[in-house]
């Protein structure tokens, strides 16, 4: 078993920045990917970034991509994620995910997941 707990979240204005953390405990996530996804009021939950073994590896949504920076540190089994020039429609509770299987991240159907942090961005 995994337990995911993200941290991070929070009330920041338009343009602002804010990072998110996640931290695995049960076993070593070395050889898992990770991810984060959100989830807006009345909307589905919507794939955000997802990361490798190795830092290079990342993959990102479109609407985020260039503002959002995914990282992991194996060391402190952790993933974090570097949100800057942050917009309103950013706001959603972001949810920290874990899995041995590239495909089953990817699509939103990991085995493990953290409970959620909201973020929240005024204009």
């Known amino acids: 078993q995994v337990q995911l707990v993200e941290s991070g979240g929070g009330l920041v204005q338009a343009g602002g920045s804010l990072r998110l953390s996640c931290a695995a405990s049960?076993?070593?996530?070395?050889?898992?990917?990770m991810g984060w996804f959100r989830q807006a009021p009345l909307k589905e939950l919507e794939f955000v970034a997802a990361?490798?073994?190795?830092?290079?590896?990342?993959d990102y949504a479109d609407s985020v991509n260039g503002r959002f920076t995914i990282s992991r540190d194996n060391a402190k089994n952790t993933v974090n994620l570097q949100m800057n020039r942050l917009k309103p429609e950013d706001t959603a509770v972001y949810y920290c995910?874990?899995?041995?299987?590239?495909?089953?991240?990817?699509?939103?159907?990991?085995?493990?997941w953290g409970q959620g942090t909201q973020v929240t961005v005024s204009s």
């Open positions: 995910a874990v899995d041995p299987a590239w495909d089953r991240l990817r699509t939103g159907k990991s085995t493990y």
């Open positions: 049960g076993r070593t996530i070395r050889c898992y990917y």
């Open positions: 990361i490798g073994w190795s830092n290079s590896d990342t």
